[in-house]
C-alpha cells in the first residue's frame, strides 16, 4: 500500500504544476515517501480541527516543493479541496506557489526563503520545551507534549541561517525537533557537488544533532528512524533521506530539469506507465483516500488531550487557567487597569533624563511582570539592548523555565526562532540587535510582516547619535527600510511616556509585527497634558499648535528636542509654530485625512527633522517643504560633535526654517 500511498502525492503534485504550467514537481516526486512515513503512520494532528494545540508541527522548510504539502493536507482531510490543487499559483487561491501561514487548513508558517523554515522549526521546539518545562506536572499530566517535524533540502542547509539555529537547537538540547534532509544533490544550477560538498552529518553532529541516515525510498526504514529520533530525548535529530529528485520520471528524474518545471505531457504520461499510476488527473480511488484520511484519528488523538485537560483543570487549576489564557492569546484580566497606573506613575516621576534603550527596560519590568508569555532575548547584546528585565530570568540549556534568552550573535537566526515561537503559540517573544544590523534579519521581519504575526524587534542604537563606533555601526537607511515594508509599525519614541507606548502597541497587537528604535544617548523628559498622551497612539500628535502658524516642525526620537528648542527661540522672533511628534509613522499614515490634516497642516510648510535617511517622509513632505536628514554615511567620534557636523543643531533648524519661510 506504501507505493500507492506515495503515488497519490506524487500525481497529485505533477498534475497541478502541470496545470499550473509553473511550480516544482521534482522535490514532492521526491519526498513523497517520506511524507508517506511521517504523515501517515507519525504526525500526530487533527484535520477537523487545524488549530488544536497539542498538535505536532509541520514546517516545509523547502517550501518550493509546495505542492506535496498541499497534497497531503487534502488528502489528510483539512479543508483543501481537489478544486484548490487544481487552483494551483491561481490569483486569490489558497495554494499559492509557496506555502503561506494559514492555520485553518493546515498550513503552519510561510516558507519559501530557504532555511528560515528550520528556524520556524526551532522555535516552535523552543516554545514546546519552554511551555512543557512551565505547565507539564510530575503526576504525569502533561498538556504540551508534541513533536516539530520539517522537511528541509539542500539549499536550506546551504543558507547560513540553517547554521545559526542548528546550532542554538543542538545548544539548547531540542530533542522533540525532528528533521528530515532530502539528500537529492541537485538543486537549480545542476549537481550541487561543484559547489556544496559539506559533511552535512558531521556538520550536525558537532552541533549536538543525532545524525541518521537512510533510504529515502523505504518507508519502513524511514519509519524506523523516526521512532529512534522520538527516543531521543537529550538531542535533535536529522535524518539525511537519500532520494531521486522527480523519482518515477523516466528522462527527468534525478536531474535539474525536474526541479523547477512542468514535466510536459508526454512526460506524465511515461511518468505514470513506469510507476504503474492508472488514473486521470487530480482522480484519486477512495481506497487509497479512506487510507489517507487522518480525521478519524486526528478527532480521536483531540478527544484524548480534552480528557487530559479536563482532569488537568481539576488536579491544576491555577495551572489550567493560565495556560488556557495563553493558548487563546488573552491578556490578563486587569492589564489594562495596571497598565494605566504605570503610565500615570511614569507620569508622575517626569524630569528623567534617560535612554529611549534604558527607558525600554523600565518599561519591561513592568510588562514582563504583568505577561508570564513574554519571552526576550539578545543576539549577544543584552546590556546594550537592555531587553533584561527585573522580572527577567536566564533561559539556558539546563533551565527552559527562564524568559530570557541569550541567542548569542544570530540576528537572522534569532528573528526566524521567534517567528516559529509565535507561530507555536501561547508565547509572546521579543529580541534585541543593534538598528544597523536589522539588515541580518531583514527577511525574516518582513515575512513577520507577510504572516500578520505580532513579533517584536527592539533596535537600538538608533542613529549617527550612538558616536564612536562609527560608520559601520552607525544606521541611516534602516528605518527607511522598515517603514516601506507593508503591515509593520516602527516606533522611534522620544522618552520614556512615548517608549511606554509603544511597548502597549507591540504587546497588544494582534496581526501587526512591532520595532521599536531606541536611542543610546540620554534624551530629557517631554511634558504633556493628557489629551497629548492620548494620541501619541496614534502615531503622531501636536506638542504645541498656533492658529495661523507661519511652519510646522516634525520630528521622531532624538531629534524632537531639537525642534522643541528651535520651536522656542523662533517664537521669540515673532514667529509661530506648530511642533509635532512622530513617534510611529507607520501609525500616522494609517489614521484618516482629517486628523493627519489637524496634526500636519498640508497649507503651511513643514520641516522634518531625522538624524537618518530622509526618504520615509515623502509622503508627507512636498518640493516646498525641507527634510534634515543623513544621505551620506556618518563617522567615528563623540556623538555631540557629529550632530554638529551633520546639521542636527538647534541654530541650523532656525536657519532652515527662515529659508522656508522666505520662499
Not at 552607525?474 to 522598515?482: D, S
Amino acid at each position: 500500500m506504501h507505493k500507492e500511498l506515495s503515488n497519490a502525492v506524487r500525481f497529485l503534485s505533477i498534475d497541478a504544476v502541470q496545470a499550473a504550467k509553473s511550480g516544482h514537481p521534482g522535490m514532492p516526486m521526491g519526498m513523497a515517501d517520506i511524507a508517506v512515513a511521517l504523515w501517515k503512520y507519525n504526525l500526530k494532528h487533527n484535520p477537523q480541527n487545524p488549530h488544536w494545540f497539542n498538535r505536532d508541527r509541520f514546517v516545509l522548510s523547502n517550501g518550493h516543493g509546495s505542492m506535496l504539502l498541499y497534497s497531503l493536507l487534502h488528502l489528510t482531510g483539512y479543508n483543501l479541496t481537489i478544486e484548490d490543487l487544481k487552483d494551483f499559483r491561481q490569483i486569490g487561491s489558497n495554494t499559492p506557489g509557496h506555502p503561506e501561514l494559514d492555520l485553518d487548513i493546515g498550513v503552519e508558517t510561510t516558507t519559501g526563503p530557504l532555511g528560515q523554515g528550520i528556524g520556524n522549526a526551532v522555535g516552535m521546539a523552543l516554545a514546546e520545551k519552554m511551555l512543557g518545562s512551565r505547565f507539564n506536572k510530575p503526576d504525569g499530566l502533561n498538556p504540551i507534549d508534541h513533536y516539530t517535524y520539517t522537511f528541509l533540502g539542500d539549499g536550506c542547509l546551504m543558507e547560513g541561517v540553517s547554521h545559526e539555529a542548528c546550532s542554538f537547537a543542538g545548544t539548547h538540547g531540542l530533542g522533540k525537533l525532528i528533521c528530515f534532509y532530502d539528500q537529492n544533490g541537485i538543486s537549480i544550477d545542476g549537481e550541487i557537488t561543484n559547489w556544496f560538498t559539506d559533511n552535512t552529518g558531521q556538520r550536525f553532529e558537532s552541533y549536538n544533532w543525532q545524525v541518521l541516515t537512510v533510504d529515502g525510498h523505504n518507508v519502513d526504514e524511514i519509519v524506523t528512524a523516526i521512532k529512534n529520533a522520538q527516543d531521543e530525548t537529550s538531542r535533535p535529530t536529522l535524518i539525511c533521506c537519500k532520494t531521486e529528485i522527480g523519482f518515477g520520471s523516466p528522462n527527468k528524474a534525478g536531474t535539474s530539469g525536474v526541479h523547477g518545471s512542468p514535466l510536459g505531457d508526454e512526460e506524465i504520461i511515461k511518468t505514470r506507465e513506469k510507476l504503474a499510476w492508472d488514473h486521470a488527473p487530480f482522480h484519486i480511488p477512495e481506497s487509497i483516500k479512506s487510507e489517507w484520511d487522518a480525521t478519524e484519528s486526528g478527532s480521536k488523538l483531540n478527544d484524548e488531550w480534552d480528557k487530559l485537560m479536563e482532569e488537568y483543570s481539576q488536579s491544576h487549576p491555577e495551572s489550567f487557567n493560565e495556560l488556557s489564557r495563553l493558548i487563546k492569546n488573552k491578556l490578563p484580566t486587569n492589564f489594562e487597569q495596571s497598565y494605566k497606573e504605570f503610565l500615570s506613575d511614569l507620569i508622575s516621576s517626569d524630569e528623567q533624563s534617560l535612554a529611549t534603550r534604558k527607558a525600554s527596560e523600565l518599561c519591561l519590568n513592568f510588562f514582563c511582570d504583568e505577561l508570564p508569555e513574554l519571552v526576550g532575548g539578545s543576539a549577544d547584546l543584552t546590556g546594550s539592548n537592555n531587553t533584561f528585565s527585573s522580572a527577567s530570568s536566564e533561559m539556558l540549556p539546563d533551565n527552559p523555565k527562564g524568559n530570557h534568552i541569550f541567542y548569542g550573535v544570530r540576528e537572522f537566526g534569532m528573528t526566524t526562532i521567534m517567528n516559529g515561537m509565535l507561530l507555536h503559540g501561547g508565547i509572546k517573544p521579543y529580541g534585541g540587535t543593534f538598528l544597523v544590523f536589522m539588515d541580518y534579519a531583514r527577511n525574516a521581519v518582513r515575512l513577520a510582516a507577510l504572516m500578520k504575526i505580532p513579533n517584536i524587534f527592539v533596535y537600538t542604537h538608533d542613529s549617527i547619535g550612538l558616536g564612536e563606533d562609527g560608520p559601520t555601526h552607525q544606521p541611516i537607511e534602516h528605518l527607511v527600510t522598515l517603514r516601506a515594508t507593508p503591515n509593520l509599525n516602527n516606533w522611534r519614541p522620544a522618552d520614556i511616556i512615548e517608549t511606554a507606548v509603544g511597548w502597549k502597541e507591540a504587546v497588544t497587537s494582534t496581526d501587526t509585527p512591532h520595532s521599536l528604535i531606541l536611542s543610546r544617548q540620554n534624551l530629557p523628559f517631554i511634558h504633556r497634558t493628557k489629551d497629548q498622551i492620548d494620541l501619541i497612539q496614534k502615531g503622531g500628535y501636536l506638542l504645541s499648535h498656533e492658529e495661523d502658524a507661519d511652519i510646522t516642525l516634525i520630528a521622531s526620537g532624538s531629534e524632537v528636542q531639537l525642534i522643541i528648542a528651535a520651536a522656542k527661540s523662533i517664537q521669540h522672533e515673532g514667529l509661530k509654530v506648530n511642533v509635532v511628534s512622530m513617534p510611529c509613522l507607520d501609525k500616522f499614515y494609517l489614521q484618516d485625512k482629517a486628523y493627519r490634516d489637524s496634526v500636519v497642516a498640508p497649507e503651511i510648510p513643514k520641516l522634518v527633522v531625522e538624524a537618518l535617511h530622509p526618504d520615509s517622509w515623502q509622503g508627507l513632505v512636498n518640493l516646498n517643504d525641507m527634510v534634515i536628514g543623513m544621505n551620506t554615511f556618518g563617522e567615528s567620534a563623540p556623538a555631540s560633535e557629529l550632530m554638529v557636523k551633520f546639521g542636527f543643531t538647534e541654530n541650523n533648524i532656525i536657519t532652515q526654517v527662515k529659508k522656508l519661510i522666505l520662499k
